[in-house]
C-alpha cells in the first residue's frame, strides 16, 4: 500500500466518524415528543401578567420627566451607580404631540468625533452642582457615545427605550441634574 492511499483511508474514516457524530446529535436534539413539559418561553411570562425586571428600564413613577421640543417627553426611570465606576441612566422618549417629530439632531451634542457616529443622545450630561462638576457620556475607543444611538422619527404616541452612561460622580453625591440639548434639565437621584 503507498502513502497516498493510507492517508485516503484515514480522512475516509475520520469523515466517517464525524458525519456519525453529527448524525447523533441532530437525533438527540430532536424534540423526542415529551409533551408534558411545560412552555417557559419568554413571552409566555409577560402573557401571564408578570412585571418587567428593572434592567427593562421601566418603574412605577419616573425619577423624572424632561420636557422636549415637538410634544417629545424624556422619563427618567433609572440611574444606577455599578461597580465600575459608571453610572447608567435608563429611561424613555415619548412623543407625546399629535404629529410624527424628529429627535433633534442637537441631542448628540457638538463634538465632530460623536455626530460622526449618527443621531444619538451624546450631548447629555450629568451636572454635579454640589462638587460643582460636570460630567460627560462616556465613548468607547472609537469615538462612539455610550448611549442609544440610530435616533429618527417617532410617531405620534410612539415610545423609544434609551439608556445613557456617564462617569460616576463621588460616592456622596447622590442627586445630579441630567441635562439633555433640546429638553429641560431635571434632577435625577442615583441608586447603588
Known amino acids: 500500500m503507498s502513502i497516498r492511499f493510507t492517508t485516503k483511508a484515514r480522512r475516509g474514516m475520520v ?27 419568554a413571552s409566555s411570562s ?8 428593572s434592567q427593562e428600564g421601566q418603574s412605577e413613577t419616573p425619577l423624572a420627566e424632561l420636557k422636549g421640543t415637538d410634544g417629545l417627553l424624556l422619563q427618567v426611570t433609572s440611574a444606577e451607580r455599578d461597580s465600575g465606576g459608571f453610572v447608567t441612566v435608563n429611561g424613555v422618549v ?8 424628529v429627535i433633534p439632531p442637537q441631542t448628540s451634542g457638538d463634538e465632530t ?41 417617532l410617531e405620534a404616541g410612539q415610545t423609544l427605550p434609551v439608556f445613557m452612561q456617564f462617569p460616576a460622580p463621588p ?10 440639548p433640546t429638553f429641560s434639565s431635571g434632577s435625577i437621584k442615583i441608586s447603588g
Do not use: M
Not at 423526542?32 to 418561553?41: F, I, L, V
Not at 409577560?46 to 425586571?53: I, L, N, Q, R
Not at 415619548?94 to 417629530?101: E, L
Open 15 to 41: 469523515a466517517l466518524t464525524v458525519a456519525a457524530g453529527l448524525a447523533l446529535g441532530v437525533a438527540g436534539c430532536g424534540g423526542g415528543g415529551d409533551d408534558n413539559k411545560p412552555d417557559t418561553s
Open 46 to 53: 409577560k402573557e401571564a401578567g408578570s412585571k418587567p425586571s
Open 94 to 101: 415619548k412623543n407625546d404631540g399629535a404629529k410624527s417629530v
Open 113 to 153: 468625533e460623536v455626530i460622526a457616529h449618527g443621531p444619538s443622545l451624546g450631548g447629555a450630561t450629568l451636572v454635579d452642582s454640589k462638587g460643582k462638576k460636570r460630567y460627560y457620556v462616556l465613548r468607547d475607543t472609537e469615538g462612539r457615545p455610550l448611549t442609544t444611538t440610530g435616533l429618527g422619527n
Open 171 to 180: 460616592a456622596g453625591t447622590s442627586e445630579v441634574d441630567l441635562q439633555v
